[in-house]
């Protein structure tokens, strides 16, 4: 069965700097474009970035330049490296696979395991940023 586990979560005051990681089983890894949604605490899921199998990557406009997607193949494992953290990031972060949805698009509520947005979900990580 396809498992994707989350891991590198936690607490940071503003401007500080946390690595996300996501390993996937019992899949196909390099055949599956891979993405990182967040929800926030007022219950808004918002697609962070994606990651392609030729290994391009794309983001949000809300954290492009702080935020940077990368993947270790071998490893069956992306990463999110997350730089000069705002107290907006904080949310629960999913790592994803096999990607439904793109930028811009909002089905309102949970995103947590919403077939329109991704195939297979993490379990997710909290991300906290204080001021």
């Known amino acids: 069965e396809v498992q994707l586990v989350e891991s590198g979560g936690g607490s940071v005051q503003a401007g500080g700097s946390l690595r996300l990681s996501c390993t996937a089983s019992?899949?196909?890894?390099?055949?599956?474009?891979m993405g990182w949604y967040r929800q926030g605490p007022g219950n808004e899921c918002e697609l962070v970035s994606i990651?392609?199998?030729?290994?391009?990557?794309h983001y949000a406009d809300s954290v492009r330049g702080r935020f940077t997607m990368s993947e270790d193949n071998a490893k069956n494992t992306v990463y999110l490296q997350m730089n000069s953290l705002k107290p907006e990031d904080t949310a629960v972060y999913y790592c994803?696979?096999?990607?439904?949805?793109?930028?811009?698009?909002?089905?309102?509520?949970?995103?947590?395991?919403?077939?329109?947005?991704?195939?297979?979900w993490g379990q997710g990580t909290q991300v906290t940023v204080s001021s």
């Open positions: 994803t696979a096999d990607l439904s949805s793109w930028f811009g698009t909002s089905y309102g509520g949970a995103c947590y395991k919403d077939p329109r947005l991704a195939a297979y």
């Open positions: 019992g899949w196909i890894f390099d055949d599956s474009d």
């Open positions: 990651i392609t199998s030729d290994g391009s990557t």
